[in-house]
């Protein structure tokens, strides 16, 4: 497996004062970044060990524990724990808001953790009236509960988990909030829930949901329901569940789409989101391809990101007039920045978010092998314009890209010809995408 490491002082581990974590720097090097209290200890507890859980499982093909290491960030008042599956199909982050945070926010920085059983067990021994503090800085990540010290130790983080941030992001932005259950009517639905892996999808019925097995207007796919389960530890501290899905819900030809899962407490949020389909993981999807081929991408990910302020959410608009680009062009510059883990999207804001990341925006094509190839393919001159085509030519063989509105929507590639854009674009089209936008580019 391909890792990518951070830089630290020196490693994590928990000494008789506490939790020792080392941080991956932030606006200086190496900050602490939040030292304080949380207000309400049992659902940080319970959502640190959702998180956890999804880490170390592996949904699909189980062949042992995944990654138990979450990242956490620290930015304004808040701290956000996010971690992929083994196999890379769910995303998990749990956020705790202000109102949870009794405390001093005194940096910004992202780091990862490595959460094994002493600390498991630590967690799930807090109680109610419990103290919960943590301290996340260079010289130390303090969780101090009623229980003894745990020595923990930092893990690589998986090159897969980059991919996976920035493929969510973009499939996150397409989300809305599809349906909002009340507490009882949450617990009721993910009690029901099938454990197998069929494609179902959840119909808005009075206050809650039903399963059906054919999307019709208005469903959110259920995709391996059992993949929820790392909801049900914080369903007796929730107080809603909100359901997100892409656009205006699912259509009768819908195929299998993302889903995002939100329980909400009064100082907490757990989201899960779910790949289309338990066999395929985030990593792999292919949603950031098209943005990240678009002209002066690279330049203007260098504008935006020397433009972002440390807000609590990144608005669109507002970047774009600071910065005097579209705002289509400040969303493929934040996918790119996405591609270095830099940026997140939040679907409960409806905005983006900053992680502090050691990567450049270098890493988009060395984490995404089809932008790589699409790149070869227009240094090799292969593209070449027909008169009702593009004709794009790999190795002996010449390939046909269907341009509609001088974007391409089709190609005569086997891979094309499999998943139809599910995955999205192929090689030959991202190389269209690019000599077209070059060329855009020198005729203004």
Known sequence: MSTTSYAYARPSGLTAGGLDLQTSGGL???????????????????????????????????????????????SAAMLR???????????????????????????????????????RLSLARVTRNDPLHLAVGPDELTVSTMGGAVVERRLPLPSRWLR??????????????????GAAQA???????PTDRSILWAVPAGRSLRLTSRPVPGAVCVAGARR??????????????????????AGPDSPALASAWMLESATTRLLLTLSPEPHRGFSGEGAVLSQLATAN???DADLVSAMLAWDPTIAVDRLAADCGLPPARVTAALTLLGAAGRVGFDVAEQAYFHRVMPFGTDAAARLNPRLAEAQALVAAGAVCDADD????????????????VGTPAGCTCRWWSRHRGGRGTCKHQLAVLIVRGALAEVAQ
Do not use: W
């Open 187 to 193: 617990a009721d639905f993910l009690k029901r829930l």
């Open 389 to 404: 085509h593009t004709a794009v030519t790999s190795g002996d063989t010449v390939y046909r890209v269907r341009v509609t």
């Open 228 to 249: 929820l389960a790392a909801l049900r530890g914080m369903l007796r501290h929730a107080t809603t569940l909100t359901v997100f899905g892409p656009g205006p819900g």
């Open 81 to 119: 724990f996010e971690s992929f599956s083994g196999c890379c199909g769910v995303y998990a982050r749990l956020d705790i808001l202000p109102s949870g945070l009794d405390g001093r926010m005194l940096e910004h920085g992202t780091t990862n953790i490595d959460v094994n059983d002493p600390l």
């Open 28 to 74: 200086s090097a190496n900050p602490r970044f939040f030292e304080g209290f949380m207000t309400t200890p049992q659902p940080v507890a319970a959502g640190l060990l959702a998180v956890a859980d999804v880490a170390r499982t592996r949904y699909f093909q189980p062949t042992g524990p995944g990654s138990l290491d979450p990242v956490v960030t620290g």
């Open 164 to 181: 996976g941030f920035a493929e969510v992001a973009v499939i996150a932005s397409g989300m809305r909030a599809q349906a909002v259950l």
């Open 297 to 299: 991408v690279t330049d």
